[in-house]
């Protein structure tokens, strides 16, 4: 059974660096075909995609958050990090991260981490 | 970007009936649309890929419609852990992108 779980800090102060780590397990990226993205979604709001990562290492990021994220993964650790700059309070969102398996057409995720709330305040 | 469109934005319903959720996209996305249930405090479940390709273990009364740019997700039957916020999200082309959301509430 493919599972996903987000780690980090629940509350992180203005200006500062987020740095969020999904492990999963009974999958590899390695595979070009398989990818881990992050979604977030503020209290009460919709769900916002912010980055994938493919197993050959491709990344994508969301146009408008692209200054601000850094994707990577370590394939022997079975992690993807999930970086962004320059917090703000309406970053406040619950992070997930997700799998897109190789047998899955495009971009949809079909597994869920649980999610992580992050707090950005002073 | 790709803006996605849901309509209603909420809707109430009685256990037994059927709804329709619509999604319109910006621009044409293919058959590149796929749905999700949330529940509250829960991360989304993928329910339709691809359209109206339904994912293993969905029941069946969840079915998916469209393509180009309008897009149908319909309940028949609806159960009481149907209840929840539904969203489209279209995987044609990045950056990927989700609707607003519909949320489904008992009547």
């Known amino acids: 059974q493919i599972t996903l779980k987000e780690s980090g800090p629940t509350l992180v102060k203005p200006t500062q660096t987020l740095t969020l780590t999904c492990t999963f397990s009974?999958?590899?990226?390695?595979?070009?075909?398989?990818?881990v993205g992050w979604i977030r979604q503020p209290p009460g709001k919709a769900l916002e995609w912010l980055a994938s990562?493919?197993?050959?290492?491709?990344?994508f990021y969301m146009p408008s958050l692209e200054t601000r994220l850094t994707i990577t993964k370590d394939t022997s650790k079975n992690q993807v990090v999930l970086t962004m700059t320059n917090m703000d309070p309406v970053d406040t969102a619950t992070y997930y991260c997700?799998?897109?398996?190789?047998?899955?057409?495009?971009?949809?995720?079909?597994?869920w981490g649980q999610g992580t709330l992050v707090t950005v305040s002073s | 970007d790709i803006q996605m469109t849901q309509s209603p934005s909420s809707v109430s319903a009685s256990v037994g009936d059927r709804v329709t959720i619509t999604c319109r996209a910006s621009?044409?996305?293919?058959?590149?649309v796929g749905w999700y249930q949330q529940r509250p405090g829960k991360a989304p479940q993928l329910l339709i890929n691809?359209?109206?390709s339904l994912q293993s273990g969905v029941p069946s009364r969840f079915s998916g419609s469209g393509s180009g740019t309008d897009f149908t997700l319909t309940i028949s039957g609806l159960q009481p852990e149907d209840f929840a916020t539904y969203y489209c999200?279209?995987?044609?082309?990045?950056?990927?992108?989700f609707g607003q959301g519909t949320r489904l509430e008992i009547k």
């Open positions: 997700a799998h897109r398996g190789s047998t899955m057409p495009r971009g949809f995720f079909n597994y």
């Open positions: 009974e999958f590899s990226l390695s595979s070009g075909e398989v990818a």
């Open positions: 990562i493919y197993g050959n290492d491709d990344k």
């Open positions: 621009q044409g996305v293919s058959a590149w």
């Open positions: 691809t359209a109206s």
């Open positions: 999200q279209q995987a044609n082309s990045f950056p990927i992108t």
